[in-house]
């Protein structure tokens, strides 16, 4: 009997987690990641600014110690400046936008109990010349609006800032993002599955 009461508790206990609300911010900006999870209001992993808080513990002077450490520390970093060299700024995005939008018609079905608080996209697009830089620029638009569409079509998103804007002068691009989005244990983990089975095929796709 009492063996049978330990594994009706545990059994209750893991039910009761698989459904308790998490909450996931994700933010990419100037090349730093951060990730933030919350369980029930508690906080349960957080990545911050990782090549910031190594660069304060390296002597300033070496300068190489540094950039070979950002790039040992940044991932996405290094995603995207490997797409960037294959197949240009533009191309980078749509390749980035092509693999979420891949990863949300998989749990489209799974999407109505996900409650996105806030998406904001910041893109500035700069090619070498003015008829460069409006061929990206529809590159860049046609490839992130469908998916943000796509996205409050299936969810719904409360808050939604959207900024993609051509640079004629500096020649330097930009891409940063951020999520807030909210959902129970047990949806979060079906989707992780689901994000990296996506993820191996882009990963090989893009040869990382």
């Known amino acids: 009997m009492v063996p049978l009461i330990i594994i009706l508790s545990v059994a209750a206990v893991i039910f009761i987690i698989l459904f308790l609300p998490v909450a996931l911010s994700l933010s990419f900006r100037d090349g730093d990641f951060s990730a933030k999870i919350k369980i029930a209001g508690i906080k349960v992993y957080e ?21 070979d450490k950002k790039a040992e520390n940044s991932g996405l970093k290094k995603i995207f400046e490997h797409l960037k060299k294959r197949y240009g700024f533009a191309g980078a995005v749509r390749e980035i936008f092509s693999f979420a939008g891949q990863v949300l018609k998989k749990i489209k079905k799974r999407l109505k109990y996900f409650f996105i608080k806030k998406v904001c996209v910041d893109i500035i697009v700069a090619g070498e010349n003015a008829a460069q830089t409006a061929i990206e620029y529809g590159t860049v638009c046609g490839s992130v609006y469908p998916v943000l569409a796509f996205l409050e079509s299936a969810a719904g998103i409360s808050f939604k800032k959207i900024n993609i804007s051509s640079d004629f002068n500096s020649g330097n691009s ?11 244990v047990i949806f979060l983990i079906m989707t992780l599955f689901d994000i990296f089975s996506v993820y191996n095929k882009f990963k090989m796709r893009n040869e990382l």
């Open 47 to 67: 990545l911050k600014d990782e090549e910031k808080k190594d660069e304060k513990s390296i002597d300033k002077t070496d300068d190489k110690s540094v950039t």
């Open 174 to 184: 930009d891409f940063a993002f951020s999520l807030d989005a909210g959902a129970r």
